[in-house]
């Protein structure tokens, strides 16, 4: 509740393109084995739409990860999964959007057992729908770009931060605007 009462004066704020068309951007991350009784991470993912958030979650990985790579990467499915929702939902309105969607992740482990399925040792045990990920990347639907963790916006949704740094990811939230 002291949130919400110091929070009263923030909103989400959608603006224009120049080019006139919906851009949908993606942050992914993932808190390695996080939950102290499984050791499972968590899963946190958010998408803008022109500057303003218009889906996230955040919610417990169904196995247990071996590594912080690993569960970055099925992280990273599942924002890409959200993201080719978004793309036939926008699609289906009349905005079909011709390059990938933009996902930022933190991690560089991730990005390269996206985009190289030679890195078999790291990842033949990881499971067979989490490769999904590797198929999206390969159609060109989804692009991984690496972005620092200072300014990764799903830390938001993965972990306890301190009050300076949620404050600071979400302020970063360009969707955000004082009233």
């Known amino acids: 509740m002291r949130y919400l009462k110091g929070t009263k004066e923030l909103g989400l704020k959608y603006g224009g393109t120049t080019t006139g068309k919906p851009i949908v951007v993606g942050f992914a991350d993932a808190d390695w084995a996080s939950d102290k009784e499984t050791r499972r991470s968590v899963t946190g993912y958010l998408f803008t739409l022109n500057g ?35 793309r036939r939902l926008l699609g289906s309105l009349g905005f079909t959007q011709g390059e990938p969607t933009t996902i930022y992740e933190d991690n560089m482990g ?10 078999h040792q790291r990842s033949k045990h990881i499971d067979i729908r989490f490769h999904f990920l590797r198929e999206t990347v390969a159609n060109r639907q989804v692009l991984l770009n690496f972005i620092p963790t200072m300014e ?28």
Request: charged share 15%; hydrophobic share 45%.
């Open 110 to 119: 991730c990005i390269g057992m996206s985009e190289n399925p030679i890195m």
């Open 52 to 86: 303003g958030a218009i889906s996230w979650a955040s919610k417990l990985q169904p196995t247990v990860a071996l590594s912080t790579s690993e569960s970055e990467y099925m992280a990273a499915c599942y924002a890409a999964q959200e993201a080719i929702h978004l």
């Open 152 to 179: 990764q916006l799903a830390d938001l949704l993965t972990k306890a931060l301190p009050k300076a740094m949620t404050q600071g990811l979400r302020d970063q939230v360009l969707g955000y605007q004082r009233a």
